[in-house]
């Protein structure tokens, strides 16, 4: 691999392995949510009470957007707005035993999806890919490092 087409490499590469998760859980939970819905319930089951803007701030994306998914969210029963006793002008954001049902039945059936996946690979792959996980993490660490300074 040319140190040149690395980054587009690497890239294509976990885009398409999450591209395949995500069509294939579509098929088996209903109903569908899209991708910014699950990120926010991830964010939300992860830290019970976050404010809209923290949300926000966290997924890298605009106020007006959370709000727009925590309405659809709760239209569906996944998410309450409380209000935030410290500011009441605030909502602090619940997630709904539905919500954490829903997010418990996904990472499920995601591990399945990724075990049966993982089934097929030799052990030089496995032991390639376990080896991999702490360097992904600290590209994460630095992506989200340099969009939080810009």
Not at 17 to 33: F, N, S, T
Not at 65 to 88: F, H, I, K, M
Not at 100 to 129: C, F, I, N, P
Request: charge should be neutral.
């Amino acid at each position: 691999m040319e140190p040149e087409t690395f980054p587009d490499e690497l890239i294509d590469a976990l885009i398409g392995v999450q591209r395949l998760l995500r069509r294939r859980l579509r098929r088996q939970i209903a109903p569908q949510l899209r991708g910014a819905e699950v990120e926010l319930l991830r964010l939300v089951v992860s830290r019970p009470g976050i404010g809209i803007s923290d949300a926000a701030k966290e997924l890298h994306l605009a106020g007006n957007s959370v709000s727009t998914l925590v309405n659809q969210l709760s239209r569906q029963g996944y998410l309450v707005r409380e209000t935030d006793p410290a500011d009441r002008r605030a909502a602090r954001l619940m997630p709904t035993p539905a919500a954490e049902a829903r997010l418990a039945e996904w990472r499920k059936r995601r591990a399945e999806l990724v075990r049966d996946g993982l089934s097929g690979l030799d052990g030089t792959d496995l032991a390639a890919l376990s080896a991999a996980i702490p360097a992904l993490r600290k590209l994460a660490d630095n992506l989200h490092e340099e969009a939080e300074e810009s």
